[in-house]
């Protein structure tokens, strides 16, 4: 999802307005069937050569016992895709913000014949950019686990060596689903419209009570103001 978001900003911040055009809602929609029909069937050798078993009360694992081809394969193609997202998502970033440099270099009178990037498509990249970092910063010892397990998958596993892989794994899953919790508080912190989006949101869920106290108010201050009476507020001790 965050490569397909990068390469759609990518192609929104060109200065080309024939590039621009591809970033449209229907290229989005067909680029998501593409990618999850094709992880679908990609990931079809799961169903068949992977098992679930219980190994406690309530405790179901997914196991695989095939030690040849289809080990060697798992662990290789595993190590390309993640390698190739990481590459991809990086290089996909450095050219969108060097799109957004040259932009913004242009002279004013010039961005009248370009179709110049909106504040809030702005606002977007820049949280699609924090998206891309802390992606990357949260998968690097996942990576390295799938590098690691990759180079020793032919050798003797030791106790420590087996311990070790684990600690990595558990500590890599651990941390790679830190993104997915947090980009909330991303497009919180950074996306102006975000946050007034989602004020609104709250006021519409809780506005009916605030407007009636805010209208109560303000008709007793009317009142006031033309009987010439002061409100006083008695407190009881």
């Not at 590459?87 to 002279?107: A, G, T």
């Not at 109560?216 to 507020?233: D, G, L, R, T």
């Amino acid at each position: 999802m965050l490569v397909l978001a990068s390469i759609d900003r990518l192609l929104l911040s060109s200065e080309n307005v024939e590039t621009r055009l591809y970033s449209s809602r229907r290229l989005a929609y067909l680029s998501l069937s593409v990618s999850t029909c094709f992880w679908l069937i990609f990931f079809v050798h799961v169903l068949i050569e992977f098992n679930i078993e219980q190994v406690g009360p309530f405790l179901f694992i997914c196991l695989f016992y095939s030690n040849g081809f289809y080990s060697i394969f798992l662990s290789n193609s595993t190590t390309i895709f993640n390698l190739l997202l990481f590459v991809l998502m990086i290089i996909l970033s450095i050219f969108s913000f060097k799109n957004v440099r040259q932009n913004r270099l242009i002279p004013r009178q010039q961005r009248r014949t370009f179709r110049s990037m909106h504040k809030k498509d702005l606002e977007l990249l820049r949280c699609l950019y924090f998206q891309d970092l802390i992606y990357l910063l949260t998968s690097i010892l996942l990576i390295f686990h799938t590098i690691y397990g990759t180079i020793i998958n032919n050798q003797i596993h030791t106790s420590s060596i087996q311990a070790f892989k684990n600690f990595l794994l558990n500590l890599g899953v651990f941390i790679h689903h830190i993104p997915f919790s947090i980009n909330f508080f991303i497009y919180l912190t950074i996306s102006k419209a975000f946050r007034h989006e989602f004020k609104r949101l709250i006021y519409r869920i809780c506005g009916i009570q605030l407007r009636r106290i805010q209208g109560e108010e303000e008709n007793i201050q009317q009142n006031n103001v033309e009987m010439n009476v002061v409100s006083i507020s008695v407190v009881p001790i």
